[in-house]
């Protein structure tokens, strides 16, 4: 714990301050720069750096890889059950406009679901990649 | 720092620079007012793809084999081809800013110009990539996905193997 304590106060200090910039950039994005794609990395870098100072185990405990390779899935297939929302609303593939009564309506709920899926999809998939290597790399650490 | 980068053998010290590079690249689309690309730039280039590759380098070597020092000139005579080609290619672009460069001619008026009123959202990006373009998105998400789903099958779930293996043990 003494070591690296400067390091652990500050990822303390700062991954709850990138979480939400993740979540702002996520929902945000009709406003202002940013999506699904930036927020879903923001939202994972704040898990890869408590995984790179406190640890793979701390991380996996708290956001198990089963349920991260279960996120991956789910986003792809938010994204794709708002298009088929979609036709079976009456319009075509991804044509948000018939989501609701409100063209604007229906197109605003519309990229928000469809950037959701994409930022979870993303973010998930980051983390997953992320675990592999790291997950890779600690037997040949241990044997040692 | 381009050229520094691929000279330098330390591959520790390359992806260093590489990560820089792309907080620099990620500076100058904001000089050019593309910030939804510096966003991506600065999260994805200088941010996860060189945890990614010091995650690689962990598992490899950090030092680059250096191989012998015979040239090969076939190669030295394709790439220089190559190149020329290319630069002679970006002769014919249309100069910066043109308001007639073809790019600004085709469906850009009509997204700069209607989309505010089409779709009801103020950002221009987020509308052209969700919504007009909402299929080459779902394309993008799934190209991630299936990415994700070959990295699992070549390296294994990670610490997911690793606690199955220890629970085995313990039933032994």
Do not use: C
Request: charged share 15%.
């Amino acid at each position: 714990m003494s070591p690296h304590i400067v390091l652990r106060v500050g990822a303390k200090l700062l991954i709850p301050v990138i979480l939400l910039f993740g979540l702002y950039v996520q929902f945000h994005g009709e406003y202002s720069p940013g999506g699904g794609f930036q927020a879903g990395i923001i939202f994972s870098a704040a898990l890869i750096l408590y995984a790179l100072i406190f640890g793979l185990e701390t991380v996996q405990q708290a956001v198990p890889p089963a349920a991260v390779h279960a996120l991956a899935a789910l986003g792809a297939l938010l994204y794709m059950s708002i298009g088929i929302w979609a036709m079976l609303a009456g319009g075509n593939f991804l044509e948000y406009k018939v989501l609701a009564a409100d063209p604007h309506v229906g197109e605003t709920a519309g990229i928000i679901l469809i950037e959701l899926g994409v930022g979870i999809t993303v973010g998930a998939v980051v983390i997953t990649l992320f675990y592999s290597f790291a997950g890779r790399a600690r037997p040949k650490r241990g044997g040692d | 720092m381009a050229l520094a980068t691929v000279w330098i053998r330390n591959l520790f010290a390359a992806t260093m620079l590489m990560g820089i590079f792309s907080l620099l690249a990620a500076s100058l689309y904001v000089l050019l007012d593309a910030v939804d690309v510096a966003l991506t730039e600065a999260a994805v280039g200088a941010g996860i793809s060189i945890i990614l590759m010091l995650g690689a380098l962990v598992l490899t070597t950090s030092k680059e084999k250096v191989h012998d020092a015979r040239h090969n000139l076939l190669a030295l005579v394709v790439v220089l081809i190559t190149g020329a080609a290319l630069i002679y290619g970006t002769m014919d672009m249309p100069n910066f800013a043109d308001p007639k460069a073809p790019a600004h001619q085709h469906v850009s008026p009509r997204y700069t110009q209607e989309s505010v009123d089409e779709i009801g959202i103020p950002n221009m990006v987020t509308s052209v990539l969700a919504s007009y373009r909402g299929l080459d998105t779902l394309g993008e998400v799934l190209v991630i996905f299936v990415a994700g789903v070959g990295v699992l099958l070549v390296l294994g779930a990670g610490g997911f193997q690793r606690r199955r293996r220890e629970s085995g043990e313990e039933e032994e």
